[in-house]
């Protein structure tokens, strides 16, 4: 055959093709397995279901060691969907109490992978969350009848008390920005929105942990990775024990109610918060569970602001209380001797100017002033202070002197108290008033009301009472906290360390003289319990939104104070007509542990005083809803 | 000679004459096989072991053992039965095709098995590839074949299409498409290699046609325009590979730059319509072989403008055969081998998942049971047609490229033992089965790697199945039964 040997040569072609095809088959391997690398992690997302495992949040305790805040077990409902069986529908709304349409709806929804894009039906599904008590027993008793669900246990958080809401917070499921800035969190986590919840994160939350899971490609688990091998424990979060004495804040709260205001009292030797009332308030349980939503809302939507902390967020003016600052600045910058006198003719400058005065002796030195609260003598002190020129160059630097001393007494900046939110409040400086008249040219006068602390000055409850811990501690400070102690951890130093106000102890004594003054004989009267060295001061603050704020600032005993106390009622009037009385039972209450029998009849007036009407019932009827 | 059956010739003695190379590949490449299938199969919640028969590799190690009894069997009848009854076994074949396609269950949408009892099922059309390789052997090998002539080329693609086209009517496009690499031994034995160049034009224009289906050139779609390119620079290198004539190869590419360098000029000034220009170029080379055929006589001129021709009328119809013959299922396995589409969710999925298993095994492999994808069922069909998934995942790169280079050994080895027959019989069906060997590793492991579209076809000795393992194995040893015996014949 003439072809047989062209033919034969066809071997080399056909073996040429061979080793060419199994050449492009070993060249596309090499891409695929070693160039190629992100094949691995696709690998691990398809096989690796992490599950994460929730830390207990840590439980927060008061002062005394009472269960304030815990975790408890809550149910939720969830099915396998390829699991389930046609059941007796209107049996299983009867007992969640929903319709059935509402029953179909949750189904789709659940079905539809736009809503939720982790649907799988050999998964588990979450059908209902957070099952009352009654419907988990109903529930738990006829599971039998509804094959392919069953009930998860989760923890929730739960309070043992309906009080120091606005301190504990809330806690809720973390937003997109939140996630976006902590890497830590993700889609259904929860955390601390507001109070110490939030202000301590950190160590509440503890650490999740992860288990590592096989998972097959219909989404079923098939058991562990190595054994758990590369799992992670989860950590459970911190204990903290509040400075907070839940008596005081429950009895506090208990006054304050149908009031709008704050109670705060510290501990002046620490810098703990005792109480820190902030009226109107709500029960912190109305912020769990399903009704998160829709109570939330009318909280949010409440004229009288229960959600808002009036005792850090809100800035009123300190009225009369702010008097003692300008005495002790006034001594300092060597203004004023103790014994100087200024007269007083019902009102600055004499003859019943501006400010008024109310009638009292004349001339007087500071610690009758004090007592008596002359608006005249702090007029005279800050007017001598700002038009002396032999110390100051001239009025902007007498009046920057001024506000330095105040702000190291605390005021015109945070005080940095462990709770979110906090406001600075408001000192002028002398830029301010140059900007606002224009000119660099003012005169003590333009700017005398803020000596009697109205004007443009502004303090938030917290700042004031950190005024009276000064006092009470004869000048110096803790950064007032509300935090007393974390299991495992130390306290900020910030909170540890002693802040001197620079200004001598002997005129915070002279300050101390008149505010028992006032209490022995003064406008401050009401809070002279027997057997008690109460020192105080009364204010009641001009304002633009009504009557009279109400006020009153204290310390007690006068000597080894173990509190101070401000107690502020918006528009209430005079501040001896609620204010003081109120601090007074505050201070029974936590000096004695019990207000005696005779103040029983303050208790229960202050208690049954409603100065907003309509809403005085309000913590009632959310309960109710 | 015939009388004297009872005679032991010495080359019947296995231990003597059988090719023991291709022996010992067989084994190591069935027992790799019944590794990765015991890998492939192993289930987290339910160990079995790898002796189990209730598992896929307990069943597997029995069709091993099947196999091995059946192979010793082979290599022990003589020789010369399986050329005296190759159309006997061919009929024997085509009647079970036959008869499959009315018995048959619907499996998975392919109505390509026997059900023999739960257990065991046969899949004819594995076996009905030995037949055509038998009867093909035969038929060439009679005295004095010619192959191309009308006669015997008729008689022979009817041979290789009535199983194929019985085969495609039980929905098993895959196994049917295996007929296909039958090609590859008729070229050997003398089929213009034309028919070669032809089949591989045919699949380039047809991957450029649809790819660049979308945007369009004038009055043509861009990957028509390309293929006209195409068949002019193929045409040219017909012309200088069949007459050796340069001149008028280089006539017709400069005719061809001329035209569209001169529409380039044009279209400065005018716009053109691109398609035009590339049909008026097709045209020129039309006329310019048709005039060179009728100046010198000589066909190669007219067969060069046959191939333009028929390439141009293959080209303009691909977009109709894709769009209106073939099935939904079938365009889009095909979209997404050309990367066109990815539906990750749907057609692509198995693909995407294979390559994630074989990507994930780097190197060097996640190692023996450790591979994740598989053993949570990421892949589908891992322990048949994706098979190889789990040697590229537990085994890495240097796995699955020693797997290559085994079968590439054994196909080698094939083709050589093959050119070493003495007659056409030994050489035809010796060609048949690497071929068809060849044509499972280039489609399967192509598949497997997202090369080629997904064809339902097994990875010889590695797929679990008796029907897939036993239909190679009679393949594989009636030949090294044939090559004990070359030297007499």
């Known amino acids: 055959m003439k072809n047989k040997n062209f033919y034969e040569k066809r071997k080399y072609v056909i073996g040429g093709v061979t080793c060419l095809i199994v ?49 408890q077990p809550t149910y939720d409902i969830v099915y396998i969907p390829r699991e389930v069986q046609p059941f007796d529908t209107l049996d299983f709304c009867n007992i969640l109490n929903i319709t059935k349409e509402q029953l179909l709806k949750k189904f ?39 094959p392919g669900f069953d009930i998860q246990k989760r923890a929730l958080r739960q309070y043992s008390y309906p009080n120091a809401a606005q301190v504990l917070g809330y806690v809720a499921e973390v937003s997109k920005t939140a996630m976006e800035e902590d890497s830590y969190y993700s889609r259904g986590d929860y955390a601390g929105k507001s109070g110490v919840e939030r202000s301590h994160e950190i160590n509440l939350r503890g650490e999740k942990g992860v288990e590592i899971l096989l998972r097959d490609a219909r989404g079923r688990i098939q058991g562990r990775y190595e054994n758990g091998k590369h799992d992670v424990k989860p950590v459970s979060g911190k204990d903290i024990t ?3 004495d839940i008596d005081l804040q429950a009895y506090g709260e208990y006054l304050m109610q149908g009031k709008r205001g704050s109670i705060v009292m510290i501990e002046p030797s620490t810098g703990e918060i005792l109480c820190m009332v902030s009226a109107p308030t709500y029960d912190p349980s109305l912020l769990l569970g399903r009704e998160f939503g829709s109570n939330f809302q009318l909280l949010a939507n409440n004229p009288h602001k229960p959600l808002f902390n009036r005792a850090i967020q809100g800035t009123y003016p300190p009225g009369s209380t702010f008097k003692t600052t300008q005495g002790l600045i006034f001594l300092q910058e060597d203004i004023i001797q103790p014994s100087t006198s200024y007269p007083c003719y019902h009102g600055y400058p004499a003859g019943g100017g501006r400010p008024a005065c109310h009638g009292h002796p004349s001339p007087l030195p500071l610690e009758p002033a004090i007592a008596t609260s002359c608006n005249s003598y702090f007029c005279y002190g800050l007017s001598a202070m700002l038009n002396n020129r032999k110390k100051y160059l001239n009025i902007l630097e007498a009046f920057d002197t001024w506000k330095d001393h105040l702000v190291d007494m605390g005021f015109g900046y945070r005080l940095g108290v462990d709770l979110p939110s906090e406001n600075r409040g408001f000192i002028p400086n002398s830029k301010y008033y140059s900007k606002n008249f224009k000119t660099e040219k003012w005169y003590a006068q333009n700017v005398i009301s803020i000596a009697i602390g109205q004007g443009e000055v502004l303090a938030t409850p917290l700042q004031v009472a950190n005024l009276a811990a000064t006092i009470a501690n004869r000048g110096y400070y803790y950064k007032p906290h509300i935090v007393k102690n974390i299991k495992g951890a130390s306290l900020d130093t910030l909170y540890t360390k002693k802040r001197i106000t620079g200004i001598e102890r002997s005129y915070y004594q002279n300050i101390a003289n008149g505010m028992r003054m006032a209490v022995t004989g003064g406008t401050c009267r009401g809070t002279n319990i027997p057997d008690v060295v109460v020192c105080g001061k009364t204010g009641t603050a001009q304002n633009s939104h009504g009557k009279d704020h109400s006020i009153f600032m204290g310390f007690a005993p006068m000597d080894q104070p173990k509190v101070a106390i401000f107690v502020f009622i918006e528009n209430a009037g005079f501040g001896a007509t609620y204010a003081v009385p109120i601090g007074r039972l505050m201070l029974q209450k936590y000096l004695k542990k019990e207000v005696p029998p005779s103040d029983k009849h303050i208790e229960v007036n202050m208690a049954n005083a409603h100065l907003i009407s309509p809403f005085d019932n309000y913590k009632n009827g959310f309960r109710n809803d | 000679m015939i009388s004297n059956y009872t005679y032991r010739r010495p080359d019947d003695k296995i231990k ?41 590799a307990g069943m597997q190690l029995v069709w091993i053992g099947i196999s091995s009894v059946l192979a010793f069997v082979l290599l022990k009848l003589d020789s010369n039965l399986y050329d005296v009854f190759a159309y006997f076994v061919y009929a024997i074949c085509i009647l079970l095709l036959i008869v499959t396609i009315f018995v048959a269950k619907d499996i998975k949408g392919s109505r390509s098995w026997l059900v023999i009892t739960d257990s065991i099922r046969l899949q004819p059309a594995e076996f009905a590839k030995f037949g055509v390789a038998l009867a093909i052997a035969h038929f060439m090998s009679s005295y004095n074949f010619k192959l191309m002539t009308p006669k015997n080329l008729a008689v022979l693609s009817g041979m290789i299409l009535l199983p194929l086209v019985l085969i495609l009517l039980q929905k098993e496009t895959g196994s049917a498409l295996v007929y296909v690499a039958f090609i590859l031994v008729l070229y050997r034995e003398g089929l213009p290699g034309m028919v070669l160049i032809a ?14 289906s979308d945007v369009e050139v004038g009055m043509i779609t861009q990957g028509e325009f390309i293929s006209i390119i195409l068949i002019i620079l193929i045409s040219a290198c017909l012309v200088i590979a069949y007459k050796k004539d340069y001149a008028s190869a280089r006539n017709i590419l400069l005719g061809a730059a001329a035209i569209f360098g001169l529409s380039y000029l044009i279209s400065l000034f005018i716009p053109l319509d691109w398609g035009m220009i590339a049909i008026i170029a097709f045209a020129a080379l039309l006329v310019y072989a048709i005039v060179m055929g009728i100046r010198t006589w000589n066909k190669s001129y007219l067969f060069v403008g046959v191939f ?40 692509g999925y198995n693909v995407n998942q294979s390559k994630i298993a ?29 098979i190889f998934c789990t040697v590229g995942e537990e085994k890495g790169f240097v796995g699955s490229a020693v797997v290559l280079l085994l079968y590439l050994f054994l196909i080698l080895r094939l083709f050589y033992l093959a050119e070493r ?45 008796g029907s897939s393992l036993l239909g190679f194995t009679i393949l594989l040893f009636i030949f090294l039964r044939v090559d004990m015996t070359r030297k007499r014949r």
């Open chain 2, 358 to 386: 074989i990507g994930s095994g780097g190197f060097t492999g996640k190692g023996f049971l450790n591979g994740t994808q598989t053993k949570l069922k990421y892949v589908p069909e891992q322990d048949t047609d994706f």
């Open chain 1, 23 to 71: 050449l492009i088959l070993i060249s596309r391997l090499f891409y695929l397995q070693v160039i190629k690398n992100e094949y691995k992690n696709f690998a691990d997302d398809n096989a690796f279901f992490k599950k994460t495992i929730y830390p207990a949040r840590g439980t927060i305790y008061d002062r005394k060691g009472k269960m304030l805040v815990f975790n």
């Open chain 1, 242 to 244: 509040l400075g907070i």
């Open chain 1, 108 to 146: 789709a929804d659940i079905k539809d992978r736009r809503l939720n894009p982790g649907y799988s039906s050999y998964t588990m599904q979450t059908f209902m969350t957070q099952l009352t008590l009654a419907e988990y027993g109903l529930f738990m008793e006829k599971l039998y009848k509804f």
């Open chain 2, 421 to 465: 027959q003495r007659d056409a019989f030994g050489r035809v069906y010796g060609y048949s089965v690497a071929s068809i060997f060849l044509f499972h590793l280039t489609i399967n492991v192509g598949m497997v790697i997202g090369l080629t579209p997904v064809i339902g076809i097994p990875l010889p000795f590695f797929s679990y199945g």
């Open chain 2, 308 to 347: 333009a021709i028929s390439s141009l009328l293959f080209v303009g119809s691909i977009n109709y055969v894709f769009n209106d013959v073939m099935q939904p299922h079938q365009q889009m396995r095909i979209k997404v081998s050309l990367g066109m589409e990815d539906d990750l969710m749907g057609a």
């Open chain 2, 199 to 212: 089949g591989l034009c045919a699949v380039i224009f047809f991957v450029i046609g649809l790819k660049f």
């Open chain 2, 16 to 56: 003597a004459s059988v090719d023991w190379v291709v022996v010992a590949l067989y084994f190591v490449m069935v027992f790799c096989g019944w590794f990765s299938i015991y890998a492939a199969s192993y289930q987290y919640d339910h160990v079995l072991s790898i002796f189990d028969l209730s598992g896929r």
